[in-house]
């Protein structure tokens, strides 16, 4: 079973730049979610979706992140435009709909804002 | 608002020592809790996943229980190795099927030969 697939796996930016990353969840996996890993921190909820509606984006902040998951498979998440504190990994996982499964996640993408 | 825990930040350890990390989360209405290992430059890796209604889940040289009263697990790692260094993370999911994990700031474990 191949993993979550995550790019780039790193990123260096400018401030008030923008920047886009992409991941493509484990076939068949329902759920995806953008988890947000700054250094010394544990990941923290960007977004949810189910398919490809939006379960949970309270976390967002929605004047410079966006992300979509039009055809409820792959995902993209992008910063417009990108502060320094945006610094970070960001982390993509999916799970199987329902249940108790783990979920599984992807090596990251880290980006650096300077 | 669900906030977890976990103690201690750091540990260093030689090898072949017993190990317990500790998980400590606010809310006690949690569909499960999850341990992840995460290694540098790297994704998390689950670990052990204990349903709400469970006490413990075993995996090789790893148990991690759950005590929702008291909101509390703990994660035991027998006969330590060197291979065993990373940081560990818990995260509570709370109820209902679409409800989020809510992660601590992990244990950074160091096994010493």
């Known amino acids: 079973e191949a993993g979550v697939a995550q790019s780039p796996r790193y990123k260096i930016i400018e401030k008030r730049q923008s920047v886009a990353f992409w991941c493509n969840p484990i076939?068949?996996?329902?759920?995806l979610y953008w988890y947000q890993q700054i250094l010394g921190q544990g990941p923290k909820l960007l977004i949810q979706?189910?398919?490809?509606?939006?379960?949970?984006d309270s976390q967002l902040p929605k004047d410079r992140f966006s992300a979509e998951r039009l055809k409820g498979v792959d995902s993209t998440l992008k910063i417009q435009p990108a502060k320094l504190e945006d610094s970070a990994v960001y982390l993509c996982?999916?799970?199987?709909?329902?249940?108790?499964?783990?979920?599984?996640f992807g090596n990251g993408t880290r980006l650096t804002v300077t | 608002k669900q906030e977890v825990t976990q103690i201690p930040a750091a540990l260093s350890v030689p090898e072949g020592e017993n190990l317990v990390l500790n998980c400590s989360f606010t809310?006690?209405?949690?569909?499960?809790l999850q341990w992840f290992r995460q290694d540098p430059g790297k994704g998390l890796t689950s670990l052990l996943l204990?349903?709400?209604?469970?006490r413990e889940q075993t995996s090789g040289r790893l148990n991690a229980s759950l005590d929702k009263s008291s909101g509390r697990s703990t994660l035991y790692i027998a006969a330590s190795q060197p291979g065993d260094s990373a940081t560990y993370l818990c995260?509570?999911?709370?109820?209902?099927?679409?409800?989020?994990?809510?992660f601590g700031t992990g244990t950074r474990l160091q096994v010493t030969l």
């Open positions: 996982a999916s799970r199987p709909q329902g249940g108790n499964s783990p979920l599984h």
């Open positions: 076939s068949g996996h329902a759920t």
């Open positions: 979706f189910q398919n490809n509606g939006v379960v949970d």
């Open positions: 809310d006690s209405a949690i569909y499960n």
């Open positions: 204990i349903q709400s209604s469970q």
């Open positions: 995260a509570a999911r709370g109820t209902g099927t679409a409800s989020k994990l809510t």
